[in-house]
């Protein structure tokens, strides 16, 4: 049992989590069986709502769009050997930032309202990672406790500056105005029909662009950059690190800012994207399954985003599920990702190890 | 006296917001000890609240919804357990897929059951505790400053509540004094010195995190039996995270836990006593200030700023036996 578990690379990045997302999936559906709906129905109808139609796939983006934000967030951390669960929080203050440039600046054009609003996310969100991070550093309190803090505190910040301060009179609950037409991130119906393409209308924008973007930044970043090279030395080995003269302190910090202004893009999506206002609980738990996406992703930003359409599948196909069956409601979701968790993630083993020992025995009787 | 009657309200109520606190706090303070960091209190009493209110409404019986609360809660965490020791996996992990599975299930479960957008239905009578009124608490109630302290915070409380006060002092009393509380927190400093001693490492550890169980199997009752009458969707609402919080700030000690837990139950009550209040000289207070402070004080108190917590040794590491 000691003895590390050794696979061939493609197994390891394909094929366990690959199974451990089916067992993930066959626990799921007892659990629908067990509360007396068809599962293979539950399965069809699923995937019916999230790829049956030009509209629902549209969706289904929209949602991966999120996930691969979070999910490359808690990605990177992984990289650098942190864990930060903070996504939930760094998303908010990612969305307050976007909020007070564009309730400041919509007067002005587009293109100047646009790219601001979008560094006010990611700044404000690698803000409530790198305190985190500068806490572990210099005063030796480690991210994971202090992020989960973090949450908290974004969350009444938020209540309280929305319900005191920046929100608008008047209203039921609390949120701000409605941005002007400057800072709205087009929808991809809209851009593509710029173009004379013509798709069907979901909340699916721009944002998937600079998520894809963002996935391309974290590869080259963390396999073909001198800093990429020094956070997965920390990862690895940080005595390793230490000797090769790497600083670890430096390493967590900008690698705590790096995955906290990632989950802070979760905002554009959201905020500029799709509400053009400010809103409670708008992150609505994307920050936590974007540890499932990393888990299940490998951590490898090619992995996050099949992972963030599966996901997104989930979603989507969740929400149509429920329309259909009412009893299945989206909890549904929930209650998968915390199985992908458990079983991509803590129970990682009880796969890995039945998978490496066919491999071994196999690849003895070949020999 | 209006001044003095509003303290002894909010002292009822801060104790009353104070108990399942109590309960995750001491959970943690178990499984923590033994080496196995435990963030998933909050879904352990999510589970227990569900299968507690569920229970006690098929029953009409507030004892056997206890049960089924603990059973569930410790169903969760031998999970945690068996990921964690067992598996030698990831226990933050492990504890966030916890607390997801927790949410997920009883909202998907109870909406299936019910039918009431995930909440059971309403309990009364038997299926809850209902308040124990000491003898004689609404004659001394008329008595002056001490009669009030007496019939409203010594006396008026649900079972469970006393139940909170004997869970602290046996926590504190079985980890300080026996030999198996000896144990279980040199499991957590140096597995490998018990190891050598010729003591199970994993069956300790595994005792721990269902003691651990248990008392989240409290807590979550209390929420659903005692404060609340049945289940509603996702009624922790960050109290597990609080009672992490609580355990950091009592460093990882029974008697502190219980102090610090109901100071924060004590802040919970204040922010809702203060809701729209304006204090003179002051103004309003926000609310949302004062429920930020459990938190607020956890994170200074852990950046060493007052004091130090520092964790078991061994917490969040899994053992490994030498070959």
Known sequence: MSTPIELPKWADVSLVPILAVIVAFLVAGLVVLGIGENPVKATLLLLKGALGSGEGIGYTLYYATNFIFTGLAVAIAFHAGLFNIGGEGQATMGGLGAALICLRFDFLPWYIVLPLAILGAMAMGALWAFIPGYLQVKRGSHVVITTIMFNFLAATLVVYLLVNVIGKPGLMSPETRTFAASAHLPYLHEALAYFGIIIPKSPLNLSLALALLASAFVWVLLWHTKLGYAIRTVGHSPTAATYAGISIGRITLITMAISGALAGLLAVNEILGVQGRLLLEFSSGYGFIGIAVALMGRAHPVGIVLASILFGMLYQGGTELSFEIPRVTRDMIVAISGLVILFAGALDGLIRRPVAGLFSRFLKSGV | ?323
């Not at chain 2, 001491?26 to 435990?38: I, N, Q």
């Not at chain 2, 721990?208 to 409290?218: H, N, T």
């Open chain 2, 1 to 323: 006296m209006e001044i003095y009657s509003t303290l002894i309200a909010i002292l009822e109520s801060g104790m009353r917001l104070s108990v399942p606190l109590v309960f995750a706090c001491l959970a943690g303070l178990w499984s923590e000890r033994s080496g196995v960091v435990d963030i998933g209190l909050e879904g352990k009493m999510l589970v227990a609240a569900f299968a507690s209110a569920a229970a006690a409404g098929a029953t009409n019986n507030a004892l056997i919804g206890l049960g089924a609360g603990i059973i569930a809660s410790i169903g969760f965490a031998l999970i945690h357990g068996f990921a964690a020791i067992s598996q030698r996996g990831n226990q933050i992990v492990s504890g966030v897929a916890i607390n997801m599975l927790a949410a997920g299930l009883t909202a998907l479960v109870g909406n299936a059951w019910y039918a009431q957008g995930g909440r059971t239905p309403p309990l009364e009578g038997n299926a809850r505790f209902q308040p124990l009124t000491w003898p004689g608490a609404e004659t001394i109630d008329q008595i002056p400053l001490i009669g009030p302290v007496y019939a409203h915070l010594i006396s008026g409380h649900s079972t469970l509540a006393y139940c909170a006060l004997v869970a602290t002092l046996l926590s504190g009393f079985v980890l300080r004094r026996t030999r198996f509380g000896l144990r279980i927190r040199a499991v957590g400093e140096n597995p490998a010195a018990v190891d050598t001693a010729g003591v199970s490492v994993t069956r300790l550890r595994y005792f721990a995190v269902i003691i651990a169980g248990v008392l989240c199997g409290f807590a979550g009752s209390y929420l659903a039996l005692g404060q609340a009458a049945g289940f509603l969707t996702n009624m922790t609402a960050g109290k597990g995270f609080i009672a992490l919080a609580a355990l950091i700030f009592a460093k990882w000690r029974a008697w502190p836990a219980l102090w610090t837990c109901f100071l924060f139950g004590l802040l919970d009550a204040v922010a809702i006593r203060l809701q729209g209040v304006m204090v003179p000289g002051i103004g309003q207070i926000p609310v949302q200030a004062i429920q930020a402070l459990p938190y607020l004080m956890t994170v200074i108190l852990l950046a060493g700023f007052i004091g130090k917590a520092i964790p078991p040794k061994a917490s969040g590491l899994p053992y490994v036996k030498e070959r």
